[in-house]
């Protein structure tokens, strides 16, 4: 039998919402939400969950058609919402099982129509839904395994105006990844480092002459650290790869459409790293508070239209609130998007930002 560990009180109280507060918002190219494993370390034995946000961005560029001309594109971002649906269930001492419904990747453009440029009313979205059922098994006291299976549905519709004229809406295309990863804990002091890895996924859709393309879901590695820092006071840090040049969005007719076969609407130039570091207090018995940074290097890449940023760096601030069985989690995270410029037309976006609140309502039972 394992030897059951204490951890301390105060700190125990903020680390699952710690744990919450790493997940991603904002992330490397269509990314909305990060590691789903997460969730396997969060409070309490069995606990289910559900959590909300809403993204409101600001990203306008300027196109430059012939010198001294600018032509402003307007907010091409549109406010988004992402649902997350949890269960955590632990059988005994050494297996837990966990349940996530998540939107892992999305997109919403769309530039203002009426505008004197070639994108004017232009729009393009990708909605997903994935269900994440993962599994953990308490080796020793101080070392876990887990994994699990993700089954992920993906559709997404384009419609860009004249001089292109093209049109795409997909079906629903559902395909399975996997997970797997460890970690190594010291309950005592609230140690825990965890590295995940996630497979690519690759979804295969057709374009209006019924041509086939695939498109991948790339596969991802995340480190995460947490440690108690007192007994009131926890630390945490994650470090996430994506590798997002195997990610790319072209169907054979629209390289047909535009005249340069393999053309893509969008596409990975480079693969991504995310890091953020964070801290959590224990104000009272029932209150705790987090602060946390977020940054993404501006890798200085050409992107696509629908894109329109390179890079990030964001912040957050979160308050807890603990009672009983209930734990409750309201943000707010302050994101500033890295200039670039785009491709096809060359479009500089520059000085964007986007604000993402966030409400997550847990009972433990």
């Given amino acids: 039998m394992l030897r059951k560990q204490r951890a301390r009180p105060c700190a125990a109280a903020v680390v699952g919402a710690c744990v919450l507060a790493a997940t991603a918002t904002f992330a490397g190219q269509i990314e909305r939400e990060g590691n789903p494993a997460l969730i396997l370390y969060e409070a309490g034995d069995r606990r289910l969950e559900l959590a909300g946000a809403n993204v409101n961005p600001s990203m306008s560029g300027t196109f430059t058609p012939v010198p001294g001309l600018d032509l402003d594109s307007r907010n091409i971002q549109e406010s988004y919402q992402q649902y997350s649906l949890g269960l955590k269930y632990k059988i005994d001492d050494r297996w837990t099982l966990a349940a996530l419904i998540n939107q892992p990747v999305g997109a919403d453009v769309k530039y203002a129509e009426g505008r004197p440029h070639p994108f004017s009313g232009a729009e393009a979205t990708i909605e997903a839904l994935a269900i994440n059922l993962l599994a953990k098994y308490q ?158 290097e501006d890798l200085g890449d050409t992107v696509g239209n629908l894109l329109a940023y390179d890079g990030f760096i964001s912040y957050g601030l979160a308050a807890v609130y603990r009672r009983d069985k209930w734990d409750v989690i309201a943000g707010v995270r302050y994101v500033s998007f890295g200039d670039t410029r785009t491709t096809t037309i060359g479009a500089d976006f520059e000085g964007n930002s986007a604000v993402a609140t966030g409400l997550r309502v847990a009972y433990r039972f």
């Fill in 139 to 296: 080796a020793t006291d101080r070392i876990s395994v887990f994994g699990g299976l993700r089954a992920q549905r993906v559709r997404g519709d384009v419609s860009l105006p004249p001089p292109f004229r093209y049109e795409l809406k997909t079906e629903y295309d559902e395909q399975f990844g996997y997970v797997v990863g460890a970690a190594f804990e010291i309950q005592e002091i609230l140690l825990r480092v965890a590295a995940t890895y996630e497979s690519e996924v690759t979804h295969s859709f057709s374009d209006n002459n019924g041509a086939p393309f695939d498109v991948v879901k790339p596969q991802a590695f995340t480190l995460n650290l947490q440690s108690g820092i007192n007994q009131k006071t926890l630390a945490f840090a994650s470090a996430r790869w994506r590798d997002w040049t195997e990610f790319q969005i072209a169907p054979p007719d629209f390289g047909d459409v535009l005249g340069r076969p393999g053309a893509a609407i969008a596409f990975g130039t480079s693969d991504i790293w995310t890091f953020e570091v964070g801290i959590g207090r224990r104000i009272t018995d029932r209150w705790s508070g987090i602060a946390s940074i977020k940054y993404e």
